[in-house]
């Protein structure tokens, strides 16, 4: 079965530094592009970026970029989102997901995000 | 704001058809394949539309989709108590060269 499984919750206080997991089954990890997306509570979802396995190619949302670190080791299946400095309003649900797209090489080419994370609760309190 | 525009929220009775619009520009929409998902309250969106209009494996065809220009649709007809969810699109934006979500859609059938 083709999944995604994310790390458990997290609990912060600003200025810490983390990463979470997200490991793949099922299908050839290098081969798809792996999308963060942030829930903020009782908020929509947020595109933060997509990384390529294959050759740790990433792009970032505007709105992300410099703020978060995205990664992803083909040796053991798994993408990372990490933050080196935690703040209050980092508090959301992130969720890993497949970005699919109809030319491997080109996140944008995106048609889909087929395959989704359980998702990862992220509080940020002092 | 969201790059996408979405209702927020729509209602209907059950056994009804709804549609929810998304909204967007010749960056996104005009130029780009749009998706839609499901999210059902504290669980993970669920893909039901990609590519404008295709259905994966095991989306019920009650649910569809359209795009024309910089807009597209997502229609669902008779309605289910199990169709309550939040939706949202999703495409490509190319002047951000980022993926975009729409603000979300609230369906509650009533």
């Known amino acids: 079965e083709v999944q995604l499984v994310q790390s458990g919750a997290e609990v912060k206080k600003p200025g810490d530094s983390l990463k979470i997991s997200c490991e793949a089954f099922?299908?050839?990890?290098?081969?798809?592009?792996i999308a963060w997306v942030r829930q903020m509570p009782g908020k929509g979802l947020e595109w933060m970026g997509v990384?390529?396995?294959?050759?740790?190619?990433?792009r970032y949302s505007p709105s992300f970029q410099g703020q978060v670190t995205i990664s992803a080791d083909k040796s053991t299946s798994t993408a990372h989102l990490q933050w080196s400095s935690l703040k209050a309003s980092d508090t959301a649900i992130y969720y890993c997901?497949?970005?699919?797209?109809?030319?491997?090489?080109?996140?944008?080419?995106?048609?889909?995000?087929?395959?989704w994370g359980q998702g990862t609760t992220l509080t940020v309190s002092s | 704001q969201s790059v996408l525009t979405q209702p927020p929220s729509v209602s209907a009775a059950p056994g009804q058809k709804v549609t929810i619009s998304c909204s967007g520009s010749s960056s996104n929409i005009g130029n780009n394949y749009v998706s839609w998902y499901q999210q059902v309250p504290g669980t993970a969106p669920k893909l039901l539309i990609s590519e404008n209009k295709k259905r994966p494996s095991g989306i019920p065809d009650r649910f569809s989709g359209s795009k024309s220009g910089t807009s597209a649709t997502l229609g669902i007809t008779g309605l289910l108590p199990g169709d309550e969810a939040d939706y949202y699109c999703g495409t490509w934006d190319n002047s951000l060269s980022a993926g975009v979500f729409g603000g979300g859609t609230k369906l509650t059938v009533l």
């Open positions: 990384i390529y396995p294959g050759d740790s190619a990433a």
């Open positions: 997901a497949r970005h699919r797209t109809t030319i491997t090489s080109r996140p944008d080419y995106f048609f889909g995000m087929d395959v």
């Open positions: 099922g299908y050839t990890f290098a081969n798809y592009w």
